[in-house]
Each structure stands twice: as C-alpha cells, then as structure tokens.
C-alpha cells in the first residue's frame, strides 16, 4: 500500500514538472504571437520602431498584449513572466479554469472632481461596483490608463491624467489587496478622444466642455482567470 501510495505522488510531481517545463518552452512562442498580433515586424520579425524609438502598434494592440521590450511600464520581464507561471503550476495541482478580460471605460467626472486627482465617493462607488462583478478572479494583470480632453496645456494634460490613473492603481492595491507587480497606469493626456472630432471650437465654454467629456475618462482593462465548478 505505501508503496502505490509512492508511485501516486511521483506521478502527480513528475505531471507538475511537465506542466512547468511546457509553459517555460512555450513562453518565446507567446511572446512571438503578442508581437505579430500587436506590433509592426520589420524584415528581422522585430517590432518596428519609429523616430523617437517607439514601437509602432497595429490595429489590434491592447494593453493586455503589451511586450516588455516595447513597453516595460506595462509588461513583465519574460524571464520574470515565465517564472511566475511555472512557480505557480508547479505549486498546484491543474484545475479547469475560464481566461476572463473585461474592460470598463469610467467617466473621469464621476471618479474626480475638476482638476483634482484624488477619488471621489462616487468614483469608488463606480470602482467597487465594476470589481464586484470580478469575484472569484484570480488576477494576472490590471491596467488603469487616463485620459483628459483636448482644453489646457499638453504637458499639463498628460500630468493629469498619469495622476488620475495612479490614484486608481492605488485604491486597488490598498483597498482590493491586488499584488502591485500585477497593476500599472498610464496617463496619456487629450491622446485618442472619443469624441473624434465632433466637437467643434477652443474656447472654454460650459458647451463645449460637456461636449467634451466623454474624452475625460479612465480606461481599465483587466486579464485573470476564474475556476470552473
């Protein structure tokens, strides 16, 4: 008996072992697919870059497929990466499991008041609100990224909304007990407006400022995996 009990658990270690080797080996594939997906190759298969050294990204680039070699500040070391997953196949046994990403686009008018950067009641009333639908998620990478509308200085803009996202990064962390390694923000200023175009005029009006809000938001993106029962 004890010694078919032996066999039973060299058997389960040797399946964890293989497990782990296969994502260690499958890793560089991965990471090859992220870039043929998300990014412009050039004749070396390597992101190409423009002239202030950038990575150019393809129409299907989304934070969630970002490479650490293009962007550091939203993606894990691949040795790191690797590592992780192995570490945490190799501790537990292999269960069903559903991948989930979800989006939520959060008006930065509901989260902040005007100019300001710290969260208002409302705004983690929102945050708790999309979180909860998440329980049972197990996280592997959260993105907050803000944005402003296209009114003031560009510099000041771009510092505005790289607070905003911050602020939501820190409430997750403090508040939802999210490892920080697995949470990043960005802020990208008046970049990439909803509203395209539609709103005419550059004078601070109390028209054109609603025409403009839906530009003035944060955008998070969040990618895990829940087990099946």
């Given at each position: 008996m004890e010694l078919l009990i032996m066999k039973v658990r060299l058997t389960k270690n040797f399946l964890y072992t293989v497990i782990a080797l296969s994502i260690l080996l499958s890793g560089a594939a991965v990471a090859q697919v992220k870039k043929s997906?998300?990014?412009?190759?050039?004749?070396?298969?390597?992101?190409?870059?423009?002239?202030?050294?950038?990575?150019?990204?393809?129409?299907?680039?989304?934070?969630?497929?970002?490479?650490?070699?293009?962007?550091?500040?939203?993606?894990?070391?691949?040795?790191?990466?690797?590592?992780?997953?192995?570490?945490?196949?190799?501790?537990?046994?292999?269960?069903?499991?559903?991948?989930?990403?979800?989006?939520?686009?959060?008006?930065?008018?509901?989260?902040?008041?005007?100019?300001?950067?710290?969260?208002?009641?409302?705004?983690?009333?929102?945050?708790d609100n999309f979180f909860n639908k998440l329980a049972g998620v197990r996280f592997d990478l959260t993105i907050a990224i803000g944005y402003t509308d296209r009114l003031g200085a560009k510099e000041y803009n771009k510092s505005l909304s790289t607070r905003r996202a911050e602020?939501?990064?820190?409430?997750?962390?403090?508040?939802?007990?999210?490892?920080?390694?697995?949470?990043?923000?960005?802020?990208?200023?008046?970049?990439?407006?909803?509203?395209?175009?539609?709103?005419?005029?550059d004078r601070k009006t109390e028209e054109l400022i609603g025409c403009l809000q839906p530009d003035r938001r944060v955008e998070i993106e969040v990618t895990g995996t829940r087990e099946l029962r």
């Open positions: 997906e998300a990014y412009l190759l050039d004749g070396r298969a390597v992101p190409a870059r423009n002239i202030t050294n950038l990575c150019w990204h393809t129409s299907s680039w989304t934070p969630a497929k970002a490479i650490y070699e293009c962007e550091p500040d939203l993606a894990l070391r691949p040795e790191k990466a690797a590592k992780s997953a192995a570490v945490a196949a190799a501790a537990a046994p292999a269960s069903a499991a559903k991948n989930v990403l979800e989006r939520a686009i959060l008006s930065a008018d509901t989260l902040f008041d005007f100019d300001k950067s710290v969260l208002k009641p409302e705004g983690i009333h929102a945050l602020a939501v990064k820190n409430y997750l962390v403090r508040n939802k007990g999210m490892d920080p390694s697995t949470v990043s923000s960005e802020g990208k200023g008046a970049s990439s407006p909803v509203t395209r175009g539609a709103c005419k005029g």
